[in-house]
């Protein structure tokens, strides 16, 4: 496990928007499958639609968007590293979080076929809830593993796996 977490970061470090790509697909096509499997209970009912739905969000649509704010982050230097991994945390859930979610949602509608109004529907069912419920359980949780997790694997699985369930 820890060869394979060093090769992780290494490339990370080398090619930061495939690797993130290739994770965020991974981790959304996975969080979908577990949504449906232990969730939703669908067994051989599993939507293979939904699921590469999910991945293709994941890794061309969330990937790119999550490097590119990663980057953006990285590069902003505190006194501290208290106060940088507060700001960070602090950013990443009062300005990325909120537009993500709303992206994700818009996104989702659109890659099922459906049009701005029904897009416009799930936002403000779905958004405020499923902000909520990130900043509930990501706060916490963002502070402690940005403290000790290296700059570079700051890609948050849980709150990848948060949002696969919530676009049914």
């Known amino acids: 496990m820890a060869s394979f977490l060093r090769a992780f970061n290494a490339s990370l470090v080398r090619r930061p928007m495939a690797t993130q790509c290739i994770t965020s697909a991974v981790l959304f096509?996975?969080?979908d499958v577990l949504a449906q499997q232990v969730?939703?209970?669908?067994?051989?009912?599993?939507d293979f639609t939904r699921t590469a739905r999910a991945a293709f969000y994941g890794g061309?649509?969330?990937?790119?968007?999550?490097?590119?704010?990663?980057?953006?982050?990285?590069?902003?230097k505190f006194q501290t590293k208290t106060k940088a991994v507060?700001?960070?945390?602090?950013?990443d859930q009062l300005v990325f979080?909120?537009?993500v979610v709303c992206f994700f949602f818009g996104s989702m509608t659109f890659l099922e076929g459906y049009?701005?109004?029904?897009?416009?529907?799930?936002?403000?069912?779905?958004y405020v809830p499923t902000v909520l419920r990130n900043w509930e359980s990501s706060c916490p949780r963002n502070s402690s593993t940005s403290a000790w997790c290296p700059r570079t694997c700051n890609?948050?699985?849980?709150?990848?796996?948060?949002f696969?369930?919530?676009h049914t």
């Open 29 to 31: 096509g996975t969080g």
């Open 39 to 46: 969730g939703e209970g669908k067994g051989r009912d599993h």
């Open 60 to 76: 061309a649509l969330f990937g790119p968007a999550l490097t590119k704010w990663l980057q953006l982050l990285n590069r902003l």
């Open 86 to 91: 507060m700001y960070r945390v602090y950013l």
């Open 97 to 99: 979080t909120p537009v």
């Open 115 to 126: 049009g701005f109004s029904e897009a416009q529907k799930r936002i403000s069912q779905s």
């Open 155 to 162: 890609l948050s699985p849980s709150e990848l796996c948060l």
């Open 164 to 166: 696969s369930g919530t």
